[in-house]
């Protein structure tokens, strides 16, 4: 397995999710998940869920700058950190954002979210 390979797959799969139907990430996140967004913590896959499906904006186009990744731990997770812009429908500037997910293995051979943190960089 290659972790670039699933990073770069991940965040393709993962952005590609939110601007079409945010609601549908929420088999990407168990309940055990955590997502920090601008600070506020929020744990498990229905909340996390709710918090981005209640986002002040309908639609939104990510355009991705880097993806780094470096394996975690012994049970073969993985640190995926994202920055890039992030258009709002109706908006004349792109935001620019952070993101770093923490990808933990399923015994079916894919990956969920275990921990994701969200963050607007504010110039």
Known sequence: ??????AKAFVEHYYSTFDANRANLGNLYQETSMLTFEGQKI????????????LPFQQ???????VDCQPS????????????NLQL????HALK??????????PQGSFYVLN????????
Request: glycine content about 10%.
């Open 89 to 92: 429908a109706g908006e004349q």
């Open 73 to 84: 731990g012994p049970a073969g997770g993985m640190l995926v950190f994202v920055s890039g």
């Open 97 to 106: 954002f952070s993101q770093m997910f923490h990808l933990m293995p399923t």
């Open 60 to 66: 939104c186009q990510h355009s991705i700058t880097t």
């Open 43 to 54: 744990q498990g896959s229905a909340n996390i869920v709710s918090k981005l499906t209640s």
């Open 116 to 123: 994701d943190i969200f963050r607007l960089n504010y110039a």
């Open 1 to 6: 397995m290659d972790p670039d390979a699933v």
